[in-house]
């Protein structure tokens, strides 16, 4: 599969097999952010492999899925749940754009697994200081993102962006996620 392939269905995924994610996917998740871009080559990513069964248990109630979906669609059930977080925290103490930085890291990293059939969904809406806690981050470094990983158990794909779909992802009649996004003329000009 082409890189432009890859990036076709590297997508938000959000229900998952229950298997775990071989320790060979989670080394290359970690070399991805270790080989990333970053301003001024400072490296201030860090991560927080969440890895063991009981810990993963701990972090499922902590996040919030697909916020255009009603839970009964976007929530994944108890058998459908990521099997690896990954928590993404970034060192203040090093100055920089930590977030722009943080961008290109998760862009890395989900598609590192990808390349080896892992989904992902990329986490913001999370319980930032219950995960503190649980994830022992300590000042100065701060969580900005958590990251689940899983063999997805669905597809998504692309659908495009009409004035009746709007931005909000929807599933279809197979319970597959249809994403909509916007024309190639619509998001480049040419000078
Ligand atoms: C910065 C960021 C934060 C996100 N936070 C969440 C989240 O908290 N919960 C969730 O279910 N999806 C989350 N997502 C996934 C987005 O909803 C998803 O990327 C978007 O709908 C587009 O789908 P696609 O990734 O398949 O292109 C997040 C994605 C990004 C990039």
Redesign the pocket.
Known sequence: MSVMEKLLT?????RFAQKAVPQDVVEDIIEAVRLSSCGANRQAVRLVVVNKPEDVASVQPL??????LPPEQ?TPKADELPTLYVAVVQDTAIPGDLNTDT?IA?ANMTLAAWDKGVGS??????NKPALTELLHIKEPEKLA??VAFGYPTHE?H?VPLTGETG?K?YLDGQKD?C?P?RSAEEIARYL
């Open positions: 590297r997508r938000t995924y959000r996040v919030k899925w697909a916020a255009y976007g961008g998760l969904c990329i986490m913001g809406a999370i993102f958590m998504a692309i931005v992802y996620y994403v996004k």
